[in-house]
């Protein structure tokens, strides 16, 4: 082993992670005849032994450290087995030694993987309390495709412009899904922390930056499957279009300045009123409401994520043959049809468009006030078909003001 001050600051690392995963296990450790089999000492020990290991040896004195510690904690394992049943002291040993083994190569990788280990065996009242008794077995099942339609499959997804006029996009198109699932689950989980009323209309502002229609469409399913829950799912929707004009703004500031100015008082003006309408329906809803059941139901719907993916698909299809055909003519209309699919992404188009001297800054303008209103009629749509008429006569009045108050600030301006 070589005695120069690295080594010997990755051996304190591998040192510190075995004592700060050992004196966790060492307070659950017991005392007298029935306690645990390894403590404080014992996870340092074996620490220093996976750091020791890497550093003299190769792979093979590794695996061999590794197994004689397996060996002992399946003795320990089979002498304390009546009294715990559980292996979590034995899987934390063996991996306590990996880990100090990595400490010699990786030594801030190992030393947060500690920490997360700890903190894990740290939290076991509060882990088990949650799983047991506050996820339902709906959540967990909901939670399980959310992490399988991120974790598998949208990476697997491919990443590329198919089909006809490149226009289709399977990682995109997948993401728009992710997407609707995410913002249904987030809406849940705000709602079960912060109760009904306000949880829903915080859950709809923060997922309005990613998508305001998808937050709208996903807050709509969210109501049709609880009626009484109708209004607190509008709020969040009307407040979903603050983030929208926030975010339009930022991406003109970003691609053209001179776009920007032009629609500076728009956007602000759009800006207030969609932030009036969102408040108003919060306080319309009156009190807070109880915390929802157990048993109230799924967290989002994959059907209406899939539906929703398929309609935004099929309007950028649209989208592109249009452009295809008119050309630099036709920016307005299609500008209009994108802006059914994604407002952001005409403002963005335009105003590079613009930036580069494509077309003037004042087109360009239009072209993202017409797709904002183009987008508007894009929520109306989903906002009935998800939520139902109900649900649409809380949203609809919002959006519209929000886009009645861009055009009166274009005109004045």
Not at 288 to 309: H, W
Request: overall charge positive; glycine content about 10%.
């Amino acid at each position: 082993m070589l005695a120069d001050e690295q080594s010997w600051i990755r051996l304190a690392v591998a040192l510190g992670i075995g004592l700060m995963i050992g004196a966790e296990r060492e307070r659950r450790k017991g005392m007298g005849a029935a306690r645990a089999p390894a403590g404080i000492r014992t996870f340092a020990a074996v620490s220093l032994l996976g750091a020791v290991s890497a550093s003299v040896g190769d792979m093979l004195l590794l695996a061999i450290s590794a197994a004689s510690v397996a060996a002992f904690s399946a003795i320990a394992y089979a002498r304390t087995a009546r009294q715990d049943p559980g292996l979590t002291t034995e899987i934390a040993l063996l991996l306590t030694l990996l880990l100090g083994a990595m400490a010699m190569h990786e030594p801030a990788q190992a030393a947060g993987l500690a920490a997360t280990v700890a903190l894990l065996l740290a939290a076991r009242e509060r882990i088990h309390h949650f799983v047991r008794r506050v996820l339902t077995e709906q959540e967990l099942n909901d939670a399980l495709v959310l992490a399988a339609a991120t974790l598998v499959i949208l990476p697997l997804a491919p990443d590329r412009h198919l089909g006809p006029y490149a226009a289709l996009n399977p990682h995109n198109a997948w993401t728009v899904v992710v997407l609707m699932l995410a913002i249904g689950a987030a809406g849940h989980v705000a709602m079960r922390l912060l109760g009904s009323r306000l949880g829903l209309a915080a859950a709809g502002f923060a997922s309005g930056f990613v998508s305001s229609t998808a937050t709208i469409g996903s807050m709509g399913a969210y109501a049709r499957r609880n009626p009484e829950l109708l209004r607190s799912a509008a709020s969040g929707a009307v407040l979903s279009s603050v983030a929208t004009v926030v975010q339009m703004t930022m991406i003109l500031a970003v691609t053209s300045l001179d776009v920007l100015k032009l629609l500076l008082l728009p956007m602000a003006c759009a800006g207030f009123a969609a932030f009036a309408a969102g408040v108003l329906s919060t306080l319309r809803n009156g009190g807070p409401a109880e915390p929802p059941k157990k048993d109230e139901g799924r967290a989002f719907s994959l059907a209406s994520a899939l539906l929703f993916a398929a309609l935004i698909t099929g309007v950028t299809l649209l989208s592109a043959a249009l452009v295809d055909w008119l050309g630099r003519q036709g920016l307005l209309f299609a500008a209009t049809l994108t802006g059914l699919a994604d407002a952001h992404a005409t403002a963005a188009s335009a105003a590079s468009l613009a930036a580069g001297g494509g077309i003037a800054a004042e087109d360009a303008a239009i072209a993202v006030l017409l797709g904002l209103s183009a987008n508007s009629l894009s929520k109306t749509v989903v906002a009935l078909a998800s939520g139902g008429g109900r649900y649409a006569l809380q949203v609809v009045p919002g959006v519209a003001m929000t886009v009645a108050a861009a055009w009166l600030g274009w005109l004045a301006g």
